[in-house]
């Protein structure tokens, strides 16, 4: 088969489009003829290389995956199939309960084995969830990783609820174009943040009531606080890091909650107790999302209610060209590969 492989981190030379051996499927797992497989911060971190994470290289990076199934037990051959993301021994006490995400021997495709970018992907028969008809390959590979981050955000953490107002940073991304929609699902009044007028827009056309261009309105947690009536919000949805922190702490209400579940301009914060605990404020972590989380943000999107945004579809051997894309903020959304 074709697939994208990195030997060594680097640049976007590090990763090449290379004829390996198919891959062999072993008890319990599944192969899959892939038909798209989406982008995320994750390939630029396998590509990169992270200080002190070991990433099992070589490795064929990509976690969101739809295709069709080659040979997998209790499923016909030619099934369309979405990819559950996330991978777990199934045995543990955290399994059994539901809560996978938690798992000691957890990881993700094309993070700790590899993913599908490339022609086929061997996966566990429990990842694969049938793909809602009413979508293509493209956007069915578009919405596993992100909806699943941003619904765990704000639904299992911060018990997001009708009437609540909620603060989403970098709409454009795919948590943040997620994350908008699901608020929105949810009741929610949502003030998202970009750093295009285009991008801007957008993200007004995903629900938001409001979008502010931080690149222009430097006091932006100012401006969320005026816009909800001088109250504040009640979540903050923080994948951002160090270049927001401060600014989203300050915008949100008494009682209010972020939740982070990444740190893309840095991880080194400062964090002011006395506002923490005057304001009765909480400050969750949040990674990934369970198995049953998925299926439920399936049952969304085959109902037209909850749908992936994808930038661009590029072919596999355009795959530098999407981690540049990626790497510049370029996309809105998702961009996808098709091998």
């Not at 899959?32 to 002190?52: F, Q, S, T």
């Not at 490339?118 to 979508?135: A, M, R």
């Not at 603060?167 to 943040?193: D, N």
């Not at 056309?205 to 109250?231: H, M, P």
Request: hydrophobic share 40%; proline share 6%.
């Amino acid at each position: 088969m074709r697939a994208a492989i990195i030997r060594q981190h680097g640049d976007l030379d590090a990763i090449e489009v290379e004829t390996l051996d198919d891959p062999v499927p072993g008890p319990g797992e599944a192969l899959i003829e892939v038909r798209a497989c989406a982008l995320n911060h994750m390939d630029l971190w396998a590509r990169k290389g992270i200080p002190g994470f070991p990433f099992p290289l070589p490795l064929i990076p990509g976690c969101d995956i739809a295709g069709i199934v080659r040979d997998a037990p209790g499923w016909e051959p030619g099934a369309e199939v979405v990819i559950q993301p996330g991978v777990s021994c199934g045995t543990c006490s955290h399994c059994l309960e539901g809560r996978d995400n938690l798992c000691a021997k957890y990881g993700i495709l094309g993070e700790t084995q590899n993913g599908g970018c490339g022609e086929l992907v061997v996966v566990p028969t429990s990842n694969l969830l049938p793909k809602p008809p009413n979508i293509s390959f493209a956007e069915a590979a578009a919405y596993p990783l992100t909806m699943l981050t941003a619904w765990h955000m704000l639904v299992t953490r911060a018990g997001i609820k009708n009437g609540d107002a909620v603060l989403v940073h970098a709409a454009g991304s795919g948590v943040g174009s997620a994350a908008i929609q699901i608020a929105a699902l949810f009741g929610a009044t949502v003030f998202a943040t970009a750093g295009t007028p285009e991008k801007c827009e957008q993200a007004l056309k995903l629900g938001a009531s409001e979008a502010i261009n931080y690149r222009e309105d430097s006091q932006w947690s100012k401006t969320v606080f005026l816009l909800n009536e001088r109250r504040g919000v009640d979540i903050v949805i923080e994948h951002v890091g160090q270049a927001t922190f401060e600014g989203s702490l300050r915008s949100l209400a008494p009682g209010g909650r972020m939740v982070t579940c990444g740190a893309t301009t840095g991880a080194n914060v400062t964090l002011p107790l006395n506002r923490l605990f005057f304001k009765n404020l909480s400050i969750i972590g949040s990674t990934m999302g369970t198995k049953d989380e998925l299926k439920t943000i399936t049952r969304h999107v085959a109902q037209g209610e909850l749908r992936a945004t994808v930038d661009r579809v590029l072919p596999l051997d355009s795959v530098k060209e999407a981690h540049r894309a990626l790497e510049a903020r370029e996309a809105f959304g998702k961009i996808v590969i098709t091998p």
